[in-house]
């Protein structure tokens, strides 16, 4: 199914289209908002990339480390504040 999308563009670009009759407007814009499509999807896969590496590198950060105590570098902390 076909779908119609409309836009508003200013008076002298509407002018200057009309100087180009040759030109299908109907598939440039179809054009460019499939292209706009693919940049928004392929950014956001590298954004899902780079959210599971974060994940990854967390959780290697985040297993426990023998011999680091943190309540006992929490309270250490928290004496030097005073």
């Not at 407007?25 to 599971?52: L, M, P, Y």
Request: proline share 1%; net charge positive; glycine share 2%.
């Amino acid at each position: 199914m076909v779908e119609v999308v409309s836009a508003r563009v200013d008076e002298e670009t509407r002018r200057r289209m009309r100087r180009l009759p040759h030109v299908n407007w109907s598939e440039v814009v179809r054009n460019a908002i499939q292209e706009k499509i693919r940049d928004e999807e392929k950014r956001h896969a590298v954004d899902v990339a780079k959210i599971r590496e974060a994940a990854r590198s967390t959780d290697t950060l985040r297993r426990k480390h023998e011999g680091w105590d943190s309540i006992k570098e929490i309270r250490d902390w928290r004496e030097k504040r005073q």
